[in-house]
């Protein structure tokens, strides 16, 4: 069982930055793809960026392409969202989550395809 924590979301205005952390706990990370989701108010939850087990590889959605970026960090057992240039689009609930991965290389974009997920944390963006 993984047990994974958000942190990190706040209020922020337009342009600034902030960065999420996902803490797990109760199994390693080491061997596990990871990713952010997040839903707005009225919205369905949405892919934000993944990461592989590796963290060799890592997308994400067009909405925050260039602006957002994913890293992790398996001596830790941590992952974080690097987030810039925010914008008012960007108010959501963050949630992290994460879901073993047999090859090192792999990433998911579905919320049907994590297993464990944390309990998220709010970002408002203000303009």
């Known amino acids: 069982q993984v047990q994974l924590v958000e942190s990190g979301g706040g209020l922020v205005q337009a342009g600034g930055s902030l960065r999420l952390s996902c803490a797990a706990s109760?199994?390693?990370?080491?061997?596990?793809?990871m990713g952010w989701f997040r839903q707005a108010p009225g919205k369905e939850r949405e892919f934000v960026a993944a990461?592989?087990?590796?963290?060799?590889?890592?997308d994400y959605s067009d909405s925050v392409k260039g602006r957002f970026t994913i890293s992790r960090d398996n001596a830790k057992n941590t992952m974080y969202l690097q987030m810039n240039n925010l914008k008012p689009e960007d108010t959501a609930v963050y949630y992290c989550?994460?879901?073993?991965?047999?090859?090192?290389?792999?990433?998911?974009?579905?919320?049907?395809?994590?297993?464990?997920w944390g309990q998220g944390t709010h970002l408002t963006v203000s303009s």
């Open positions: 990461i592989s087990r590796s963290g060799g590889v890592t």
């Open positions: 109760g199994r390693t990370l080491i061997g596990y793809a």
């Open positions: 989550a994460t879901k073993f991965a047999v090859y090192y290389s792999n990433i998911y974009y579905l919320r049907a395809e994590y297993d464990y």
